[in-house]
């Protein structure tokens, strides 16, 4: 099966069998606990709701379909994802080389929760050799986000996950932005990926949720032992809808990609614009990189207005269809100021030094008509 064909049928092929109900979409089992008819095994694969059940089945099968990885774990939230994922492959004393420009949760956890146990690196990882320069003896994962959050660079997954394979490390790549229907990670080497399925797979700004894919079964094992024992999971509901959302993920994220494109052209020729930063332009110095591990640029962009901080908070102030909101992802069109926002609990030295200046201005781009959504920046830029 192609990508869409998986998107909407994976993990939900009817139930034909006599006396089921053939339902199309996946069904909501709220119960948190399923009868058997022996004290040995489950009758129908399910014990306790935490552990499985059949909704979150259905999602985690299609989310492993999506990455082409053998399995995939339903989470409550990105972060849930994460801390999971770190209390799986990481012990006391290791060490992890993360990129300098990571989302905000991300660093939190990493800087304010992990770091009494765990040591960190953050580097410069547009340039490959910065992370080979950071492999310490007790190195043993890379954590990267590409693009990154909010200044869109780059990291070559191929050549960070062949550096990472000589030494044992594992590669685990934040795949929130691109969704695997513009990258595919694990096609490039890397050995884990993470999503915010928060953001474009769940797709309407509805459902709080986060997953993992990957294909090594060993570490599969010990993520899932993890999941239950850790307990962040999803209520069947949630991953009703991130199953649905999944649905019209190509649709949407075409339709993003499409009016990102647009709107960075747009604002790369505004005379009040000064820097726009998008993978997909030409001017993007690592556009070629993007071309050769992304099929397509996606719907996040980053600009930087001419004035002051002062000129930025008022432009945002006269932008009508754009809700000024953090988040990201959702069919609707968001913008905020990440200094102010999103980024503001990073130290205002690490800020600046990392490019996040106040006239920085993010957007997640909907899929909204173009027209109106290049008619409310020309009347806020004025
Ligand atoms: C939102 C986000 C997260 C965290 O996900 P939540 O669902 O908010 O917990 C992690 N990484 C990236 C890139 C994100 O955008």
């Given at each position: 099966m192609r990508f869409v064909t998986k998107a909407i049928h994976v993990g939900e092929e009817p139930d034909l069998r006599e006396g089921s109900s053939g339902d199309v979409a996946v069904p909501i089992h709220l119960s948190t606990t399923f009868a058997r008819k022996d004290v040995e095994k489950p009758t129908g694969g399910y014990e306790y709701s935490r552990t499985s059940n059949p909704a979150r089945d259905a999602l985690e099968k299609k989310l492993a379909a999506l990455e082409n990885a053998e399995f995939g774990l339903a989470f409550a939230s990105g972060m849930a994802a994460e801390s999971t994922?770190?209390?799986?492959?990481?012990?006391?004393?290791?060490?992890?080389?993360?990129?300098?420009?990571?989302?905000?949760g991300t660093r939190r956890l990493f800087r304010d929760v992990l770091q009494n146990f765990v040591e960190f690196t953050y580097v410069d990882a547009r340039n490959p050799e910065n992370v080979?320069?950071?492999?310490?003896?007790?190195?043993?994962?890379?954590?990267?986000?590409?693009?990154?959050?909010?200044?869109?660079?780059?990291?070559?997954?191929?050549?960070?996950?062949?550096?990472?394979?000589?030494?044992?490390?594992?590669?685990?790549?934040?795949?929130?932005?691109?969704t695997p229907c513009f990258q595919k990670p694990l096609d490039f080497g890397a050995d884990v990926v993470v999503h915010s399925t928060t953001k474009y797979l769940g797709g309407h700004s509805d459902v709080v949720g986060g997953a993992i894919m990957l294909s090594n079964e060993t570490l599969y094992k010990k993520i899932k032992f993890n999941q239950n024992a850790v307990g962040a999971v999803p209520s069947p509901f949630d991953c009703f809808l991130v199953v649905r959302g999944i649905k019209t993920l190509r649709l949407r994220m075409e339709r993003h990609d499409e009016n990102a494109r647009a709107l960075a052209r747009y604002l790369e020729s505004h005379p009040k614009v000064k820097k726009v930063y998008y993978p997909g332009l030409p001017s993007h110095p690592q556009h070629e990189l993007a071309k050769k591990q992304m099929s397509a640029f996606g719907g996040m962009l980053s600009f930087e207005i001419k004035g002051t901080a002062e000129d930025a908070k008022a432009f945002l102030g006269r932008v009508k269809i754009f809700a000024l909101a953090e988040s990201l992802g959702g069919v609707e069109s968001l913008i905020e100021h990440p200094a102010l926002m999103t980024h503001a609990s990073i130290p205002e030295g690490e800020r600046k030094r990392i490019g996040i200046t106040d006239t920085l201005i993010r957007v997640s781009v909907g899929t909204e008509d173009i027209e109106d959504l290049l008619g409310d920046l020309e009347q806020a830029l004025g």
């Open positions: 994922l770190l209390l799986s492959l990481l012990k006391s004393g290791d060490h992890v080389v993360a990129c300098d420009d990571l989302y905000g080979k320069k950071a492999i310490q003896g007790n190195t043993k994962l890379f954590w990267m986000e590409t693009p990154t959050n909010p200044l869109m660079r780059l990291c070559d997954i191929e050549a960070i996950a062949k550096i990472a394979k000589k030494k044992n490390i594992v590669t685990v790549i934040d795949n929130t932005f691109m």
